[in-house]
């Protein structure tokens, strides 16, 4: 079992729809990253979390930490948000050693 | 300008031969890493450096080196390709990252027929 788990790992959408992926860890962590990878392309952090909830343009991100799962939120979807979405968990040690989860590709239909 | 920029974006190479990836952060970074995303896109660590120095390894053939020249760099060196070496390579920096995170390369889309 990977200490970082993503569900779904394939979702598909229309257009407007609110989506969410969800990302469960097993381990200590002293932070949760969202990261978003279009077909092809290099990969852009999208959320950094440690507590709480954040929130940029149409995406939001939250985590409990008790529960150790963050759930990632998009508002009234576009085929433009068609990307993998990683989730990774950094460990305790300065050096930022980052685990990732498996990905969800998310696929938005116009 | 790119903040952290990797050469080449694409290599094709055949099996047996010996190939190297660069890496270059313009960020000011201290950490610098090598990251392996394979098939199924899943993303692997493999090396971290700080300030030049090793340190984190995790379970790579030893046909893998890096090579840090210095804290700017962190270049990927593969000796005797093997087809199962086929993968996107990420390189990544960091300072300070459960303050400011990472900044990750464009991959380069490594090839071994």
């Known amino acids: 079992k990977n200490e970082v788990e993503q569900s779904p790992q394939n979702l598909t959408a229309q257009e407007g729809e609110f989506i969410t992926i969800n990302c469960s860890y097993s381990?200590?962590?002293?932070?949760l990253h969202w990261l978003q990878q279009h077909p092809g392309g290099g990969i852009v952090s999208l959320f950094m979390l440690s507590s709480g909830k954040k929130k940029h343009g149409r995406l939001i991100a939250t985590i409990n930490i008790q529960e150790k799962h963050s759930s990632l939120h998009i508002t009234a979807s576009h085929p433009r948000d068609s990307a993998v979405y990683i989730c990774a968990v950094a460990g305790g040690t300065s050096y930022g050693k980052l685990t990732f989860g498996q990905g969800t590709i998310l696929t938005v239909h116009p | 300008d790119t903040a952290v920029s990797q050469t080449p974006k694409y290599l094709v190479t055949q099996m047996g031969n010996d190939k190297s990836i660069k890496c270059e952060q313009n960020?000011?970074?201290?950490?610098m890493y090598w990251y392996k995303q394979d098939s199924k896109k899943f993303l692997k660590i493999m090396f971290s450096?700080?300030?030049?120095?090793?340190?984190i390894n995790e379970t790579v053939p030893n046909r893998f080196s890096p090579k840090s020249p210095d804290k700017a760099h962190l270049n990927l060196h593969i000796n005797s390709l093997e087809l199962g070496d086929s993968a996107v390579y990420f390189c990544?920096?960091?300072?300070?990252?459960?303050?400011?995170?990472?900044?990750f390369g464009s991959g380069t889309r490594l090839t071994v027929v």
């Open positions: 381990v200590g962590i002293s932070a």
């Open positions: 990544a920096s960091s300072q300070s990252p459960e303050i400011y995170g990472y900044t």
């Open positions: 960020l000011g970074h201290d950490t």
């Open positions: 450096y700080n300030n030049k120095e090793l340190i």
